[in-house]
């Protein structure tokens, strides 16, 4: 089993849809969760970070972390076609360890 | 965040050569990284940048086939040597800032082709 696991999709919504992208891990020392979205023939950009469990808004993104079930969610509200992209999540155990990435899922908003 | 920069940001190589990736970052940062990302994988670190010493290299990934200079706080180099077509990939410089430990950074990627 993978550490972390993450549907490549490709994942296809009209525009306005809510999206919901997920990731599942099997260590349960990790603790720091981030999503990077990624457009193509860029490098990842941080879009969301969140520490432990709970939930975290920001504007039309929500990262959302359940430790027992040792599985994260990114939603985006009102998808546009510029999120269009491909949306990694990433985990690791403390500050300064290193990360461990899902494979990542693309995304595409069609207008 | 900090402002990262990559040269060059893609290259197309002859197999045999070796191919030198600069990364400049625009703020003394705490660490600094390299990884990898080959087409449907995920990213994979090939090592941590030390300043002023050897890296520190993730199984699988060695000194001879990827050197890696780091001689101050703000600038990085890896060296992909005798390339082959298997190292045709995106390589990418990451970085956490003494601020900001629990986030880490990419720049936009080298694009590598080897024929």
């Known amino acids: 089993q993978k550490e972390v696991e993450q549907d490549p999709g490709p994942l296809s919504v009209p525009e306005g849809a809510i999206v919901s992208l997920n990731c599942t891990y099997s260590n349960s020392a990790f603790q720091y969760f981030m999503w990077y979205r990624q457009y193509s023939r860029k490098g990842p950009e941080l879009l969301m970070y969140t520490y432990s469990s709970g939930n975290k808004e920001d504007g039309r993104f929500t990262a959302q972390v359940d430790k027992s079930s040792k599985y994260i969610s990114l939603f985006i509200r009102d998808s546009q076609p510029s999120d269009s992209a491909t949306y990694l999540c990433?985990?690791?155990?403390?500050?300064?360890?290193?990360?461990?990435f899902g494979k990542g899922t693309m995304l595409l908003v069609s207008p | 965040s900090a402002v990262i920069s990559q040269k060059p940001s893609r290259d197309i190589c002859q197999r045999g050569t070796s191919l030198t990736i600069q990364c400049q970052v625009d703020s003394q940062v705490t660490m600094m990284f390299w990884y990898r990302q080959q087409p449907g994988q995920s990213l994979t670190l090939i090592a941590t940048?030390?300043?002023?010493?050897?890296?520190?290299?993730e199984s699988g990934f060695v000194i001879d086939k990827f050197p890696i200079s780091r001689p101050n706080l703000t600038f990085s180099t890896l060296t992909v040597s005798n390339m082959s077509p298997e190292d045709s990939s995106i390589y990418l410089c990451s970085l956490r800032s003494a601020q900001t430990p629990d986030t880490q950074y990419f720049g936009p990627g080298t694009r590598l082709t080897v024929l």
């Open positions: 990433a985990m690791s155990a403390s500050r300064y360890s290193t990360l461990t």
């Open positions: 940048a030390n300043q002023g010493s050897e890296a520190t290299y």
